[in-house]
T-cell receptor, first 115, second 113 residues
Framework: GNSVTQMEGPVTLSEEAFLTINCTYT??????LFWYVQYPGEGLQLLLK?????DKGSNKGFEATYRKETTSFHLEKGSVQVSDSAVYFC??????????????FGKGTKLTVNP | KAGVTQTPRYLIKTRGQQVTLSCSPI?????VSWYQQTPGQGLQFLFE???????NKGNFPGRFSGRQFSNSRSEMNVSTLELGDSALYLC????????????FGPGTRLLVL
């Protein structure tokens, strides 16, 4: 079945440091790939997405490129801020024959950014 | 547009009771999905509804059920609660066409004592 593996946390960085969170996936077909972020006590917010190979998703300084050859979708940001402290989830979405889509998530990576 | 709303936000129940959670999707979104989030198991898919029909179901016991109304609002029900049902229950809505992105509500945090 489909699965997502992302680097275990926690990750602690200083403000303005470079961030990479690795994510690899296993899927049949051509899934869409997502990064969601969860702030304490809240639900999931979509951060960025990519729907086909070589697509680059970007938002709020975060980027991730859909790499089919390495089945990866690593999240990067050039300069993190304290406000980026949150849990980040990599996910894939695949559609079944009945048209239903479901998300399969990685286990999440907790990021703490210190001033 | 208003986002996905879920009620209640917090709930405390005791073992053996049942609970009903509610979700109102983004206006125009006809697909509603439910997920359970726990520290041990992470985020797991419960079920997905479209046009008042369950189209997909995750690997959860029959105590977990749901429904969708004609206005796309959805409810999920858990009967005979167990301690392990304590979790954050997240609802997400999406367009059917074009497909894809699911938008999440703030969740209902359920504590079973």
């Amino acid at each position: 079945g489909n699965s997502v593996t992302q680097m275990e946390g926690p990750v602690t960085l200083s403000e303005e440091a470079f961030l990479t969170i690795n994510c690899t996936y296993t899927a049949t077909g051509y899934p869409s790939l997502f990064w969601y972020v969860q702030y304490p006590g809240e639900g999931l917010q979509l951060l960025l997405k990519a729907t086909k190979a070589d697509d680059k998703g970007s938002n709020k300084g975060f980027e991730a490129t859909y790499r089919k050859e390495t089945t990866s979708f690593h999240l990067e940001k050039g300069s993190v801020q304290v406000s980026d402290s949150a849990v980040y989830f990599c996910a894939l979405s695949s559609r079944d024959q009945g048209g239903s889509e479901k998300l399969v998530f990685g286990k999440g990576t907790k990021l703490t950014v210190n001033p | 547009k208003a986002g996905v709303t879920q009620t209640p936000r917090y709930l405390i129940k005791t073992r053996g009771q049942q609970v009903t959670l509610s979700c109102s999707p983004i206006s125009g979104h006809r697909s509603v999905s439910w997920y359970q989030q726990t520290p041990g198991q992470g985020l797991q898919f419960l079920f997905e509804y479209f046009s008042e029909t369950q189209r997909n179901k995750g690997n959860f016991p029959g105590r977990f059920s749901g429904r969708q109304f004609s206005n796309s609002r959805s409810e999920m029900n858990v009967s005979t609660l167990e301690l392990g049902d304590s979790a954050l229950y997240l609802c997400a809505s999406s367009l059917v066409s074009p497909p894809g992105t699911q938008y999440f509500g703030p969740g209902t945090r359920l504590l079973v004592l």
